[in-house]
């Protein structure tokens, strides 16, 4: 069960694919415009009625944009995701009705947790962030960093407080509709930390440590690569990139901004100073850019078109850091919001990065030299390949497969 963009949805097409080949029946449930993600997959898919896209672009959704700071961000997104959950909530019920064990993204946590207790089902968290306090660093969707780490803690728990609030209204509904009394104060705050149940986490250990200060059961497993049905690029872009030296992808994945004419202008000047072809991608914000140096694409598996970039520029979403990683190519982030300066830094921290560009503020001269330095630096493109071929050997499937057979077997 997830919910969210297509960033929180496509590794649990992989992971749900992993426990399907060893013989478990998966369906994944989330947003019904996801669905051709499991196309061929072997997996069962259970929509969910509400459209994060058209969330996104409602007024409600474009109100984002006007947070300068992540804590403002989250404080605008209580209000959009409490109401999507009220109508989510129905059929995460009936799917789980159906199911043996559910496993639940950081996003759905204790909501799925308070069904899996009602119905009498083991649950777990499968997450793509790590959500529960640490003193190593501060919270990734407050941006990261290392505030010290006092605070580092503390500011941990005053996320998982705030995201309480979020569920506060549906897990008392769902309760209620299930027959179960009324939840002590901090219950739905102590499940999200994890503190009673086994939480898995869908990132490479290479990339964060597992913090020392987490208790046993927080596991760090390896990235769950989405499950792509081919590896074949469209033709228009076999074609581009045989025309010429490597390309640097453009994207922004599920970001929406609010001038996208704008925006693809300074990156298309950016892209041409630092003497470079482009492959922009559309996405949800709808990026653009025309002539015989660019290309402009809609989705294409990240899988088959990264490992032949120059480099990767994008907003430093989970799913897609994780791709950039796997390719084994430099990557110049430009983070917009919540858990992506996180990603961002760490990316710079690795040496795959020259620096990160945050998005608010961004120019054609910065985001140039950063190009520049990416492409024509050798040290980078070494750090990402040997932390590429590194990623690529791990098995983030394997810990997951082997707690469900626990449960199952």
Not at 178 to 188: C, F, I, K, N, Q
């Amino acid at each position: 069960m997830t919910a969210g963009s297509r960033g929180d949805v496509a590794p649990f097409t992989g992971l749900g694919h992993g426990l399907a080949r060893a013989g478990h029946a998966v369906t994944l449930v989330t947003h019904g415009c996801f669905e051709p993600l499991v196309a061929g997959s072997g997996l069962g898919f259970h929509a969910l009625p509400v459209d994060p896209r058209a969330e996104l672009e409602s007024t409600r959704g474009r109100g984002l944009h006007r947070s300068a700071t992540d804590v403002g961000k989250m404080l605008r997104a209580v209000g959009i995701v409490r109401a999507a959950l009220a109508r989510m909530t129905d059929d995460l019920v009936v799917a789980a009705g159906k199911s043996d064990v559910l496993l639940l993204s950081g996003s759905l946590g204790p909501v799925g947790h308070a069904i899996a207790e009602a119905l009498g089902l083991p649950s777990m968290g499968t997450h793509l962030q790590p959500l529960s306090p640490t003193r190593e660093f501060a919270p990734p969707l407050l941006g990261g960093g290392h505030w010290g780490a006092a605070a580092n803690r503390l500011a941990g728990h005053g996320v998982n407080l705030a995201v309480e609030r979020v569920f506060s209204a549906a897990v008392p509904t769902v309760r209620a509709r299930l027959g179960l009394p009324p939840a002590r104060l901090g219950t739905g705050r102590r499940i999200r930390a994890g503190l009673r149940l086994p939480v898995f986490h869908g990132f490479s250990p290479l990339v964060v440590p597992r913090p020392r200060d987490w208790r046993p059961g927080l596991r760090v497993c390896g990235y769950w690569w989405p499950y792509d049905r081919d590896d074949l690029l469209p033709a228009r872009v076999r074609e581009f990139l045989d025309a010429g030296p490597a390309p640097v992808f453009v994207g922004l994945g599920s970001a929406t901004v609010p001038d996208p004419e704008r925006l693809s202008g300074t990156i298309v000047r950016a892209l041409r100073r630092a003497g470079l072809r482009g492959v922009v991608q559309r996405g949800w914000g709808g990026l653009a850019a025309a002539g015989e140096d660019m290309l402009t694409i809609g989705e294409v598996p990240h899988a088959a078109l990264f490992p032949r970039m120059a480099a990767v520029v994008h907003h430093a979403g989970a799913g897609t850091t994780a791709a950039g990683l796997r390719a084994g190519v430099p990557a110049v982030p430009l983070p917009v919001q919540f858990d992506e300066g996180f990603w961002a830094e760490r990316l710079v921290s690795l040496g795959v990065a020259p620096c990160a560009v945050p998005l608010r503020g961004l120019t054609a001269d910065r985001l140039a030299a950063a190009l520049v330095r990416a492409t024509r630096d050798p040290a980078h493109r070494k750090c990402a390949e040997r932390l590429g071929a590194r990623i690529r050997e791990e098995d983030g499937v394997a810990p997951v497969l082997q707690a469900v057979d626990g449960l199952t077997g």
